[in-house]
Protein backbone atom coordinates (compact mmCIF):
# COMPACT_ATOMS: atom_id res chain seq x y z
CA UNK A 1 0.00 0.00 0.00
CA UNK A 2 1.39 3.43 -1.44
CA UNK A 3 1.43 6.05 0.97
CA UNK A 4 1.98 9.94 0.16
CA UNK A 5 2.40 12.57 3.11
CA UNK A 6 2.89 15.98 2.40
CA UNK A 7 4.31 18.52 4.75
CA UNK A 8 4.84 22.03 5.33
CA UNK A 9 1.94 23.57 4.03
CA UNK A 10 1.04 27.17 6.33
CA UNK A 11 0.69 30.91 6.12
CA UNK A 12 3.12 32.86 4.69
CA UNK A 13 3.55 36.60 3.54
CA UNK A 14 3.93 37.77 -0.25
CA UNK A 15 7.54 37.45 -1.01
CA UNK A 16 8.28 34.79 1.79
CA UNK A 17 9.45 30.92 1.57
CA UNK A 18 8.33 27.51 2.64
CA UNK A 19 9.40 24.01 1.66
CA UNK A 20 6.52 21.36 1.18
CA UNK A 21 7.95 17.62 1.60
CA UNK A 22 6.33 14.35 0.69
CA UNK A 23 7.49 11.21 2.08
CA UNK A 24 6.56 8.26 0.21
CA UNK A 25 6.07 4.79 2.01
CA UNK A 26 4.85 1.49 0.76
CA UNK A 27 7.02 0.72 -2.37
CA UNK A 28 11.03 1.30 -3.54
CA UNK A 29 11.34 5.26 -4.09
CA UNK A 30 13.91 5.36 -6.29
CA UNK A 31 12.82 5.61 -9.85
CA UNK A 32 9.68 7.02 -9.24
CA UNK A 33 8.19 10.30 -11.00
CA UNK A 34 6.85 12.05 -8.65
CA UNK A 35 4.88 15.43 -9.50
CA UNK A 36 3.51 18.27 -7.22
CA UNK A 37 0.01 19.79 -8.54
CA UNK A 38 -2.06 21.98 -6.27
CA UNK A 39 -6.03 22.91 -6.33
CA UNK A 40 -7.46 26.39 -5.51
CA UNK A 41 -10.78 26.84 -4.23
CA UNK A 42 -13.30 26.29 -7.70
CA UNK A 43 -10.56 25.78 -9.73
CA UNK A 44 -9.20 22.53 -11.29
CA UNK A 45 -6.36 20.54 -9.66
CA UNK A 46 -3.14 22.18 -11.24
CA UNK A 47 0.17 21.33 -12.20
CA UNK A 48 3.00 22.74 -10.53
CA UNK A 49 5.91 20.92 -11.41
CA UNK A 50 7.69 17.22 -11.39
CA UNK A 51 10.79 15.02 -11.25
CA UNK A 52 11.90 11.77 -12.97
CA UNK A 53 15.20 10.57 -12.19
CA UNK A 54 16.10 7.63 -14.66
CA UNK A 55 19.58 6.23 -14.27
CA UNK A 56 21.97 8.89 -13.97
CA UNK A 57 19.27 11.51 -15.94
CA UNK A 58 16.69 13.71 -13.74
CA UNK A 59 14.21 15.37 -15.64
CA UNK A 60 12.72 18.73 -14.18
CA UNK A 61 9.43 19.90 -15.38
CA UNK A 62 7.42 22.96 -14.58
CA UNK A 63 4.75 25.22 -14.81
CA UNK A 64 5.26 28.59 -16.02
CA UNK A 65 3.71 30.15 -13.21
CA UNK A 66 6.13 29.07 -10.69
CA UNK A 67 9.42 28.56 -13.02
CA UNK A 68 12.15 30.51 -11.54
CA UNK A 69 10.73 30.75 -8.17
CA UNK A 70 9.88 26.83 -7.21
CA UNK A 71 12.29 24.27 -7.02
CA UNK A 72 12.01 20.28 -6.84
CA UNK A 73 14.35 18.19 -5.46
CA UNK A 74 14.30 14.62 -3.83
CA UNK A 75 16.32 12.54 -1.33
CA UNK A 76 15.91 8.81 -2.31
CA UNK A 77 17.18 7.93 1.16
CA UNK A 78 14.32 9.70 2.83
CA UNK A 79 12.13 8.78 0.01
CA UNK A 80 11.18 12.17 0.09
CA UNK A 81 10.63 14.94 -2.63
CA UNK A 82 10.60 18.65 -1.80
CA UNK A 83 8.80 21.64 -2.92
CA UNK A 84 10.64 24.61 -2.27
CA UNK A 85 8.69 27.92 -3.05
CA UNK A 86 10.18 31.21 -2.78
CA UNK A 87 9.22 34.82 -3.70
CA UNK A 88 5.58 33.44 -3.43
CA UNK A 89 2.42 35.44 -4.59
CA UNK A 90 -0.96 35.74 -3.11
CA UNK A 91 -2.17 33.41 -6.47
CA UNK A 92 0.01 30.93 -5.28
CA UNK A 93 -2.75 29.90 -2.07
CA UNK A 94 -4.11 26.72 -2.67
CA UNK A 95 -3.92 23.29 -1.35
CA UNK A 96 -0.97 21.42 -2.69
CA UNK A 97 -0.89 18.05 -3.58
CA UNK A 98 2.12 15.23 -4.35
CA UNK A 99 1.14 12.54 -6.78
CA UNK A 100 3.24 9.38 -8.15
CA UNK A 101 3.62 7.44 -10.65
CA UNK A 102 5.30 4.08 -10.23
CA UNK A 103 5.68 2.89 -14.21
CA UNK A 104 8.03 4.50 -16.28
CA UNK A 105 7.12 7.98 -18.13
CA UNK A 106 8.63 8.80 -21.38
CA UNK A 107 7.75 12.71 -22.17
CA UNK A 108 7.83 15.67 -20.26
CA UNK A 109 4.23 16.57 -21.28
CA UNK A 110 2.60 13.66 -19.89
CA UNK A 111 4.74 14.53 -16.24
CA UNK A 112 2.86 17.91 -16.60
CA UNK A 113 -0.95 15.79 -16.47
CA UNK A 114 -2.24 14.31 -13.21
CA UNK A 115 -4.02 11.52 -15.26
CA UNK A 116 -0.45 10.17 -15.31
CA UNK A 117 -0.13 9.39 -11.64
CA UNK A 118 -1.18 6.92 -10.08
CA UNK A 119 -1.06 8.05 -5.96
CA UNK A 120 -1.51 11.11 -4.23
CA UNK A 121 -1.43 12.72 -1.12
CA UNK A 122 -3.88 14.08 1.24
CA UNK A 123 -2.53 17.61 0.37
CA UNK A 124 -1.57 20.79 2.42
CA UNK A 125 -2.61 24.15 2.76
CA UNK A 126 -0.48 26.92 1.51
CA UNK A 127 -1.87 30.67 2.08
CA UNK A 128 -0.11 33.61 0.95
CA UNK A 129 -1.05 36.89 2.55
CA UNK A 130 -0.60 40.27 0.55
Known amino acids: QVQLAESGGGLVQAGGSLRLSCAAS????????MGWFRQAPGNERDFVGA??????????AYADSVRGRFTISRDNTKSTVYLQMNSLKPEDTAVYYC?????????????????????WGQGTQVTVSS
Open 99 to 119: AARFRSITTVQAMRNRAEYDY
Open 26 to 33: GRAFSGVV
Open 51 to 60: IRTRGGDTTY
